[in-house]
């Protein structure tokens, strides 16, 4: 057997490893001759007839069914490297994507109207008046498309929904909705979700038999509830809406689940507050508007974007992202409707759309995803 020298072995590996940088480096300068004809021509970056035939063709050189699969991901970077380049040239050139959005210094916040989901007393009651003031002209409907649908169709100005609780994580729901609904997001507020025991003015925690409340307040609340095992809990559609009910049902045995506001609104008293047991319980709320306009110095992009049904496709459209230097500060999957096993990924990026960084990864992303939305830049 020939004698191994892993000295010598690795010397070769260095002259080769040399030999591959120069030829990358050269291969990365006609790069920029293509970037340069794109900037002239206005073809865009990504090509995928030509970048599927380059990798057929390189893959068709190698010897091995390792070293094929090792070519194909080696180009499929390459190729991505090369994008990025020409990306970053174009932008340098003034070719930044039209977004779409006008960046304001502030957003209309006066004679504005403001349509939240739920009752009065809810938690979106709370974030809506946390957010625009004690004397915002808000008022509820029915549901979370509803209060969309007023936004789009211009009988509120805004409108104020959950996407995601620091305990139960992201509210699906809505994110499907921004999707079908023509807003977007303009702002967001935290809300401390603490939950109180609310009962009449003249109850003590010894008369209380049965306790209402929204599911999800219930189960917040199970350590607390639990210790009461003679207690009878029962659903209700909203945390305001129990509270309106003991209220309005005058009973001394029946308790509500909700917001200390809720029992102050509906004149009951706390007999116990910050029953959850998760005490770092919050709600992030976003707010929407039917005018794609952005806050100057937002720091937040949301996007929406579906890939490619292909390996890899995920991995590429963040690259985009990374080699941009741009944080990501969350990411959610959800399912496209009527395509099985697809999914529309929604990322959270930190930076502003006057960001050249923001502007090259949008651009990236709109050219090589199947379809790309931005949420808004808050
Ligand atoms: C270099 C080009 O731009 C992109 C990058 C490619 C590459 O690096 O080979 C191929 C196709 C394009 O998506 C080109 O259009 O030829």
Same mark, same amino acid.
């Given at each position: 057997m020939k004698e191994l020298n892993l000295q010598n072995i690795r010397q070769q590996l260095d002259v080769m490893d040399a030999q591959l940088t120069e030829l990358f480096e050269k291969r990365m300068e006609l790069c920029r001759e293509v970037a340069e004809y794109k900037i002239h021509t206005g073809k865009p970056v990504y090509d995928s007839t030509r970048e599927k035939q380059k990798l057929e063709a390189v893959t068709a050189l190698a010897h091995s069914d390792f070293t094929r699969?090792? +070519?194909?991901?080696?180009?499929? *970077?390459?190729? +991505?490297?090369?994008?990025?380049? *020409?990306?970053g040239l174009l932008a340098a050139h003034g070719q930044a994507m039209d977004m779409g959005f006008t960046m304001v210094e502030d957003l209309k916040r006066e004679n504005v109207r403001i349509a939240y *989901?739920?009752?009065?007393?809810?938690?979106?009651?709370?974030?809506?008046? *946390?957010?625009f003031g004690r004397e915002a002209d808000v008022y509820h409907v029915k549901t979370m498309e509803d209060a969309m649908v007023e936004v789009e169709e211009g009988r509120a100005d805004y409108c104020i929904l959950p996407i995601e609780n620091s305990s139960a994580g992201a509210v699906s729901d809505n994110y499907d909705l921004l999707v079908k609904h023509d807003v977007y997001i303009v702002a967001e507020t935290e809300l401390p979700v603490s939950h109180a025991l609310l009962g009449l003015p003249e109850a003590s925690l010894e008369d209380i038999r049965?306790?209402?409340?929204?599911?999800q307040a219930l189960m917040q609340s199970s350590r607390y509830l639990n210790s009461h095992r003679d207690w009878k809990q029962i659903s209700t559609v909203n945390t305001a809406v129990a509270a309106k009910k003991v209220a309005e049902e005058k009973n001394i045995s029946q308790a509500a689940v909700a917001s200390p506001a809720a029992g102050e609104l509906y004149g009951l008293k706390a007999l116990e507050t910050s029953i959850n047991h998760n005490k770092n319980n919050v709600t992030r709320f976003i707010i929407l508007s039917r005018i794609p306009v952005y806050k100057k110095g937002s720091s937040k992009v949301s996007i929406c974007f579906e890939g490619a049904h292909r390996s890899g496709s995920l991995y590429n459209m963040l690259g985009n992202l990374i080699y941009n230097d741009i944080n990501m500060l969350m990411i959610e999957s959800r399912p496209i409707p009527g395509r099985s096993w697809e999914y529309r990924f929604f990322v959270d990026a930190q930076g502003s759309l006057s960001d050249a960084a923001i502007q090259n990864a949008l651009k990236g992303i709109s050219e090589e995803a199947v379809s790309l939305r931005i949420l808004g830049n808050y």
């Open positions: 699969k090792g +070519t194909y991901e080696l180009f499929s *970077q390459i190729m +991505t490297i090369s994008r990025r380049l *020409q990306y *989901q739920g009752v009065e007393g809810s938690y979106g009651h709370g974030a809506a008046l *946390q957010y049965t306790v209402y409340s929204h599911p």
